[in-house]
T-cell receptor, first 113, second 114 residues
Framework: DSGVTQTPKHLITATGQRVTLRCSPR?????VYWYQQSLDQGLQFLIQ???????AKGNILERFSAQQFPDLHSELNLSSLELGDSALYFC????????????FGPGTRLTVT | AQKVTQAQTEISVVEKEDVTLDCVYE???????LFWYKQPPSGELVFLIR??????QNEISGRYSWNFQKSTSSFNFTITASQVVDSAVYFC???????????FGKGTKLTVNP
């Protein structure tokens, strides 16, 4: 158990819908990262927050957004969902500030039908 | 741009065999960090090791060992006396020092048969 929690574990929804994925980092970690794992793209970095502020952006679609709250949990919002958004979404956390190892949550498997 | 190549898509071995997973990376940065993660069938990503670009010492942890060679831009992972529980997808990853985005390879699926 990495100490990073993600809810829900599975999510099935229809095209055009909007969903919210939630992540709680390990106790004491200030950085939260979101990654998408799909069969064709592999593991891709989406976005990083550090202590409530957006720190880095990767291949995140405009239909996707994220935020980190004062209690350091983070939410990833996916809207106008398409079939191609079906993937495993991971949240990771690290102490932050410099390059520390990232510990990953169990992931949320999103299926868009 | 940074890139990680894991040329072996799938490897199948019999229990107790040694197996080496290859990882070749590309970066123009002088400071960088390399990682290995394990993804068992249950799906989570488990951190195995971090190595920085200034430390080329090989590392051993039980049956696991890592060989870092800057001259060939490789960071290979060897499992000695493999076990069925080692069956998983293994990912090599790279990050720039001071920046924390991980760039992953495509992964190598290891199957250890009894």
């Amino acid at each position: 158990d990495s100490g990073v929690t993600q809810t829900p574990k599975h999510l099935i929804t229809a095209t055009g819908q909007r969903v919210t994925l939630r992540c709680s980092p390990r106790s004491g970690d200030l950085s939260v990262y979101w990654y998408q794992q799909s069969l064709d793209q592999g593991l891709q970095f989406l976005i990083q927050y550090y202590n409530g502020e957006e720190r880095a952006k990767g291949n995140i679609l405009e239909r996707f957004s994220a935020q980190q709250f004062p209690d350091l949990h983070s939410e990833l919002n996916l809207s106008s969902l398409e079939l191609g958004d079906s993937a495993l979404y991971f949240c990771a956390s690290s102490v932050g500030g410099r390059t520390y190892e990232q510990y990953f949550g169990p992931g949320t498997r999103l299926t868009v039908t | 741009a940074q890139k990680v190549t894991q040329a072996q898509t799938e490897i199948s071995v019999v229990e107790k065999e040694d197996v080496t997973l290859d990882c070749v990376y590309e970066t123009r940065d002088t400071t960088y960090y390399l990682f290995w993660y394990k993804q068992p069938p249950s799906g989570e990503l488990v951190f195995l090791i971090r190595r920085n670009s200034f430390d080329e010492q090989n590392e051993i942890s039980g049956r696991y060992s890592w060989n870092f060679q800057k001259s060939t831009s490789s960071f290979n992972f060897t499992i000695t006396a493999s076990q069925v529980v080692d069956s998983a997808v293994y990912f090599c990853a790279l990050t720039k020092g001071g920046s924390e985005k991980l760039v992953f390879g495509k992964g190598t699926k290891l199957t250890v048969n009894p």
